[in-house]
């Protein structure tokens, strides 16, 4: 949560005096709990205190990273915050649902999943909510030409990145999957397509070019 003057040394005599056993109890802490610490005087207590009140005005992203979500990194965090638009939504998001998520594929969704699954880690959320951090954050708008359609990306186009054509395909309310199934509507192939072309080959799904994409994206 980027609280200036809450380094290692700190940290630790705070949970060494058991003032803190979870990230909750870093915002219940008082000025005299502070003062109670070595090498902590009145100026350095009151500066922390507003520091850690600060934190609590940072964005939704920057919560959801601080929970500490396994495989869950900073720029995740900002693609969850971008598409629930808030703790609530994303702690009831089913698996398929965080699967939709921008670079959230089946073992980042299955850990997520598990954490919110968890009454302790539910309780935490509580508690940081009951605190007053952000809960709510900008959810990115979607359009609806492509909703229900699943893409699937092979190869490397020539005008977008990867991301870019995630970026796209989903801001027109597609789906961007890692995997070609029988539910994929179409695969985007560029250059040097390997396996997933002939798997859409195989399986009988429409393969479209770069251009067709943008067409579809509008």
């Given at each position: 949560m980027n609280i200036e003057g809450m380094g290692d040394g700190l940290v630790t005599q705070l949970a060494d005096r058991g003032l803190v056993r979870?990230?909750?109890?870093?915002?219940?802490?008082t000025k005299p709990d502070l003062l109670r610490l070595e090498r902590m005087g009145e100026k350095s207590a009151q500066n922390v205190l507003e520091e850690?009140?600060?934190?609590k005005k940072l964005p939704l992203e920057r919560v959801i990273f601080g929970l500490g979500i396994r495989f869950v990194g900073?720029?995740?965090?900002?693609?969850?915050?971008?598409?629930?638009?808030?703790?609530?939504?994303?702690?009831?998001?089913?698996?398929?649902?965080?699967?939709?998520?921008?670079?959230?594929?089946?073992?980042?969704?299955?850990?997520?999943?598990?954490?919110f699954d968890e009454p302790r880690n539910r309780e935490l959320v509580k508690r940081l909510r009951d605190a007053g951090l952000t809960f709510a954050g900008k959810k990115r708008e979607r359009g609806t030409k492509l909703a229900g359609k699943t893409f699937v990306l092979t190869?490397?186009?020539?005008?977008?990145?990867?991301?870019?054509?995630?970026?796209?395909?989903?801001?027109?309310?597609?789906?961007?999957?890692?995997?070609?199934?029988k539910k994929t509507d179409y695969v985007v192939a560029g250059n040097d397509a390997g396996s997933k072309l002939?798997?859409?080959?195989?399986?009988?799904?429409?393969?479209?070019e770069e251009d067709e994409m943008e067409k579809l994206v509008g």
């Open positions: 979870n990230v909750t109890d870093i915002y219940q802490r850690i009140n600060a934190s900073e720029r995740t965090a900002q693609f969850l915050a971008e598409h629930f638009g808030s703790m609530e939504a994303l702690v009831n998001a089913s698996q398929e649902e965080l699967e939709e998520v921008n670079e959230v594929g089946p073992r980042i969704a299955v850990s997520i999943r598990e954490f190869g490397t186009l020539a005008r977008h990145t990867r991301d870019e054509a995630k970026k796209m395909i989903e801001d027109a309310g597609g789906r961007v999957s890692g995997s070609v199934s002939d798997k859409a080959k195989e399986l009988g799904v429409a393969v479209i």
